[in-house]
RNA sequence: GGCCUGGUAGCCAAGCGGCAAGGCAGCGGUCUGCAAAACCGCGAUUCGGCGGUUCAAAUCCGCCCCAGGCCUCCA
């Protein structure tokens, strides 16, 4: 398996640091407004890595922050005249339904900022005693002077960052513009915790250190976010965490790129973004958002158009029928040629995600597949047995992509009761009545399909 | 100014030195009582532009054009 690693800037063989073990660290939200899907393009990406390690047999840890303390936050909570605790956890019910409805795995471990602040003073204290740090009017500050090694996963040449170009020069008295706070002091906050370090909050980099190498150890595998996260917070990470521990922090850097709407950053500065309840409440399939977000490399930009999710949600419903019609299915052919083909698809689809997460060669061996299947089933030239090989592969994938739908496969007596009546007149030629029954059934939003095999329907989507 | 992406058919998107995957939409056909689904056929003599290297370039090199991002809020 080989991953791109934002780190080297070369796709590099992925070797855990324990056999079979995988610890994966996932930025998360900052729970202050419904996230948009440019936010759920980074946690589709992270869905697909998280699954198909686990898919290729990793036992995979994985954390994701909370960020439930920051400006936002803490600005949002004031402004509605409620605690921070009422405010976030709002806005963390409304994520994790989120998740939920795109069928994003729930990471093992979803730490909150806020029931973390000692693991912080702690990290804090241990970069002050060893000088990487220093306290300014109570604030504390990371010396980036220290750390000569900073900017290396940004590939940043320091001596180009101006100072005053996008720095807020004097928001805090600092040594250096580009040293960056670990606590902010706040004597006077309504948001602030009394700590060894005195009454204040924490940077918003330090808990992603600290939560990380809590659950995961001081050094990890694998650290992803969004390719904005890259400079300065991930930067910073590195910095805090490697300062403090002295040991290598991440092995593997995984950053996807941005989701643009009409070519554009999708980002709440702009206005430009979509909620996906935005989408839901126009009437789209969450799983036709997770194809789309899915369906596209995570290393490239991605531009987000109704038009494509049209597109995708009519991919995805071909090829969720074609699975529900395998049931329909009955034969008595055994065909080995199929079977070849099935173990064909499963070893390109391996292959491909195997490269970086190479998604869309792994997709149309699939589709590749769905052909060759069925023209064997509308040949006939098939057994049983294929048809439970079919089957037991396109959810074996689906541990990976998860987009088929488990609809229910049973239908209401009164309608099953109405395809026999139609049936009966079909036989009896009886063309009025059979079109009638079947567009009732359409009403009921029962679609109707003649075989040779007989009549096989599907709920209209 | 520095760094980094992307530009492939109407749309989405692989390929990254050896005849241009796949999906969506469209058109024609087969099947069907009619449909639907599916299948078959059609669609880029060409990969943003111009040069260069090579027996061979969408792929490598140079220059240019367009779009987007990062350079201390950001997935």
Not at 396 to 421: F, G, M, N, S, Y
Request: aromatic share 12%.
């Amino acid at each position: 398996m080989k991953f791109f690693n934002t780190l080297t800037g070369k796709k590099e063989d992925f070797q855990t640091l324990q056999p079979g073990q995988v610890g994966l660290y996932t930025c998360g939200p900052t729970v202050y407004d419904l996230a948009h899907i440019g936010n759920f393009r980074a946690y589709v990406f992270e869905d697909l890595l998280h699954r198909y390690l686990l898919y290729r047999g990793y036992a995979v840890t994985r954390v994701m922050n909370i960020t439930d303390v920051d400006d936002k936050t803490i600005a949002g909570c004031l402004r509605e005249g409620i605690s921070l605790k009422e405010f976030t956890n709002r806005y963390l019910k409304f994520f994790l339904e989120d998740m939920e409805s795109l069928r994003l795995l729930k990471p093992d471990y979803l730490p909150r900022a806020t029931e973390h602040i000692p693991e912080m003073v702690s990290l804090i204290k241990t970069l002050l005693e060893k000088g990487f740090a220093y306290m300014k009017d109570g604030s504390i500050y990371f010396r980036i002077s220290k750390f000569p090694s900073y900017g290396k996963l940004a590939h940043l040449d320091l001596s180009a960052i101006k100072p005053g170009a996008r720095v807020e020069v004097d928001e805090y008295s600092k040594e250096d513009v580009r040293d960056f706070a670990l606590w902010k002091a706040e004597p006077e906050g309504q948001v602030a915790w009394e700590t060894e370090l005195g009454r204040g909050r924490p940077g918003w980099h330090i808990e992603c250190s600290a939560m990380s190498m809590k659950y995961l150890g001081e050094t990890f595998d694998i650290h992803t976010g969004g390719i904005d996260n890259i400079f300065p917070h991930h930067e910073n990470e590195i910095a805090q965490s490697e300062a403090a521990t002295g040991k290598p922090f991440v092995r593997y850097w995984l950053h996807c790129a941005h989701l643009l709407v009409n070519n554009e950053k999708m980002s709440k500065s702009k206005g430009n973004f979509y909620t996906l309840r935005d989408l839901l409440n126009k009437g789209y399939n969450p799983l036709a958002v997770r194809y789309l977000l899915l369906s596209t490399h995570y290393r490239d930009p991605l531009n987000f158009t109704e038009t494509s999710l049209a597109q995708a949600t009519n991919t995805l419903r071909h090829y969720q029928e074609f699975f529900h019609n395998l049931s329909f299915y009955q034969g008595k052919q055994d065909n080995q040629i199929l079977s070849q083909k099935i173990d064909q698809a499963r070893k390109a689809f391996i292959e491909h995600l195997d490269d970086d997460l190479n998604i869309s060669p792994a997709l149309a061996a699939i589709f590749e597949l769905i052909k060759e299947a069925n023209i064997a089933l509308n040949t006939a030239s098939f057994s049983a047995e294929n048809v439970r090989q079919l089957e037991s592969f396109f959810l074996e994938v689906d541990q990976v992509l998860a987009i088929l739908e488990r609809r229910k496969e049973t239908l209401e007596e009164e309608i099953v009761r109405l395809i026999r009546q139609r049936e009966e007149a079909r036989k009896a030629k009886n063309f009025k009545k059979a079109d009638e029954i079947r567009e009732e059934l359409l009403r009921q939003g029962i679609v109707l399909e003649d075989t040779p095999a007989g009549t096989r329907w599907h709920r209209r989507q």
